[in-house]
């Protein structure tokens, strides 16, 4: 393939790909965001606190990269460039963003081990006050630690690009990417859908229903599955790119056609990472996709139940979102 053909593809993907991505999964983190908040049962469940601070998260990433990165293209010229306030304002965004989707996917981890464990105090732990403060912190701590991007990035004045001017902070900066993006996922999703199959196990020597403890395992095992899938899938090869960059000094853009190529589709499927929640959720939850077809009126609302099943035992009860 010619150099000119893979400039010439690439270009058409970032337009047409990226603006597509960035449509859709906009919509979809929207009516995630509007479903887990706007719904008077789903905001009662701590779960869906989480669900709905990652699906911002998500878009945040998506209005700060998938839609500038079409507009560059499109026009010809980089649109971060286009001022200082939007070079700094979307990579300051980029990194919180990711931050926060990622922070929040971590505490609905936790919060499906905590409502598995046999100790009371463990599973009432997690209230839904617990919830909002954690995802307050979570947007608070995520917001201070990007700063550093919006500061040490600026629009250059010979080329009008937005990048690093900070070479030290550039490769803390691709560091950062790289260690936030990949092993810090894979790591706490593993551990703690481990230490929920641990407890399922546990659970069933306990004198649980059988075919609740069934559900909750399938249920789990998507939830954790899908996740994890995602996130390496998406974000692993990006990765790795970038640390590739790194270790042979091309920058974070590269040098070669071919550089240029595979960050491009490294970074759609980024965008594919930012937007896929909403769909998921809708595929693997039947309990989700009516709520949202009530919500648009698709369906007229009939006696159904957001909690997919419940388990009680004594006065212990124990509340899953996704079924």
């Known amino acids: 393939m010619s150099s000119e053909l893979i400039i010439v593809v690439s270009k058409y993907l970032y337009i047409y790909l990226g603006l597509f991505l960035g449509s859709v999964g906009s919509i979809g983190n929207l009516l995630t965001i ?21 699906a911002l998260g998500e878009q945040l990433v998506l209005l700060s990269s998938a839609f500038p990165d079409s507009l560059t293209y499109m026009s010809g010229y980089d649109f971060y460039g286009t001022s200082v306030s939007m070079c700094k304002s979307t990579s300051f965004l980029y990194f919180a963003g990711g931050v926060i989707a990622l922070t929040c996917m971590y505490l609905a981890a936790i919060d499906r081990y905590l409502q598995t464990c046999r100790s009371a105090a463990r599973r009432e732990w997690m209230t839904l006050y617990t919830a909002r403060l954690l995802v307050f912190l979570a947007i608070l701590v995520s917001s201070g630690i990007s700063v550093p991007f919006a500061i040490y990035r600026n629009v250059t004045p010979d080329y009008q690009l937005c990048q690093y001017v900070n070479s030290i902070f550039k490769r803390i900066a691709s560091l950062m ?15 703690f859908g481990f230490l929920t199959w641990h407890n399922l196990k546990a659970s069933s020597q306990h004198q649980r229903s059988r075919l609740v403890t069934h559900q909750l395992n399938q249920q789990v095992a998507r939830m954790i599955l899908i996740q994890t899938s995602m996130v390496v899938v998406s974000v692993l090869p990006a990765s790795l790119l970038q640390a590739y960059f790194l270790t042979t000094g091309k920058g974070s853009q590269g040098v070669t056609v071919a550089d240029k190529f595979l ?18 959720y809708l595929l693997v939850s039947p309990t989700f996709r009516r709520r949202v077809k009530i919500m648009l009126c698709l369906k007229q609302f009939h006696s159904t139940r957001v909690v997919a099943f419940t388990l009680q035992t004594n006065a212990t009860r124990m509340q899953t979102i996704i079924s």
């Open 34 to 54: 509007s479903t887990f908040v706007g719904l008077k049962n789903y905001r009662s469940l701590p779960s869906s606190t989480f669900l709905a601070g990652s």
């Open 177 to 191: 990417y790289a260690i936030v993006g990949v092993p810090m996922p894979i790591i706490l999703l593993s551990v």
């Open 263 to 280: 960050l491009c589709t490294t970074q759609l499927l980024l965008y594919a990472h930012s937007c896929a929640s909403f769909y998921v």
